[in-house]
């Protein structure tokens, strides 16, 4: 859905069962907006279910809050530790779960593809991913890598719906020919 002016609000979740990075952008055509970005932290000595329900009742509010158009989630990997991986899938599906509850479109994106979009390589550190969110979102005032990343999302999203919607548009007009 795009508001007046064709902008359209994207909350960019990275899902974490201690820190949930979450950032929220305006993107109108190639330009975007920084306007509010933050992390939901957990306690590691509360049960699980309980961590996930601060979490689902944070991200709950944030998007009765801002009212986001859309929400975009990264895939997360870990391998080394079964236990931890499990947890972090919970954590990932309750990221999921709140915005869809809401109404809100989830597109989800690999680590990879988020670098790409915001970088310019998928093989980027985290250092060089947060300094060009800072210089694709100047004023942004970021204070935890979970909210950069969580930016970077959302930068990458806004940048897939930008190529998506000027491919239908393309199609519909005609102005592309499949071989």
Sequence with gaps: MDRPGGSVRILGLDPGLQHTGWGLVESAGSRLRHLADGVVSTKADLPLADRLCIIHRALTELIELHRPDEA????????KNPGAAL??????????????MLGVVVAEYQAMEIKRAVVGTGHADKVQVQDMVRRLLPGAMIRRADAAD?????????NHRSTRNALA????TGGYQSA
């Design 72 to 79: 975009a989630v990264e895939h997360t990997y870990v391998n």
């Design 87 to 100: 947890k972090l899938g919970q954590a990932r599906g309750v990221v999921l779960l709140a915005p869809a």
């Design 150 to 158: 969580a930016l970077a999302i959302a930068i990458c999203h806004a």
């Design 169 to 172: 548009r393309a199609y519909q």
